[in-house]
């Protein structure tokens, strides 16, 4: 028997959204939590106080913070991003600061705008990664060239797991003839990347029919990594840093 579902009525639906935001007061004024989120899935919070009978609505920081956390630099250029992205909700960004100035009745929308281009520079962090994945991805691809020629190198190839799961390979390394791959090459650019690869990998070498290919990730050692993440794409791949890449590759294509 099916149990009816209730009507569920506008009060609730209201207090179900406004229970999404809360107030505090803190030593910087009124924070309040939006229902907001920046890319890792936190909240975004703004802070209100009062100047000079205005209101001024900030992010404190916050989404800058978020940005430098993250390895992120808040360079010139950035800034300058940024600053148009305040100018797109109305905002100053100042100070890697996110504000507004405004009247009481004007308050909620100051609010909800702020909101919005805190997490507006939160969102940076997408776009700074991705470009940091194709940029890693280039040199890589300039290495494999320059060593083994453009003519053995194969981008973009889809190979099936075992689990039945396509996966396209960045670059495949062809032998001398240019009829049997030797080895599958992903680019590893940050830690981010490396549950991705680990399955990736685990699956193809899980495939009977990819057994005798080799697997090699190769990262990004021009930057710091935990040991933890190098030993588990180890258990699927040889890892090579892109320091030593060449002279890996000089070996593996001779």
Known sequence: ???????????????????????????????????????????????????????IVHDAGFG????????VSLT??????????????????ISGRMSMTCTEKELAVAIALVANASKAVGDQLVEVRRKQIRDFKREVSAVLTDVAGASRVKTGAEIVGDSGTTYEVNFVLLDKALREPLAYVEPVSDRDAVNGKFREFSDIAANANYSKIDRISVYDDRHEWRSGDIIILRRVSNTVPFNDLSTRLERLSA
């Not at 309040?32 to 919070?45: D, E, L």
């Not at 800058?64 to 390895?71: K, N």
């Not at 250029?77 to 940024?82: I, M, P, Q, T």
Request: hydrophobic residues 45%; negative net charge; contains cysteine.
């Open 76 to 93: 010139a250029k950035l800034n300058k991003k940024l600053a148009s992205v305040a100018e797109m909700y109305g905002c100053e960004f």
């Open 64 to 71: 800058s913070m978020y940005l430098t956390a993250a390895g």
């Open 1 to 55: 028997m099916t149990e009816a579902v209730r009507r569920i009525t506008q009060g609730e639906l209201e207090a179900a959204s406004r229970a999404l935001i809360s107030a505090r007061e803190t030593n910087l004024g009124y924070e309040i939590s939006m229902p907001v989120v920046y890319p890792t899935g936190q909240c975004v919070a703004v802070v209100v106080t009062v100047a000079g009978g205005d209101y």
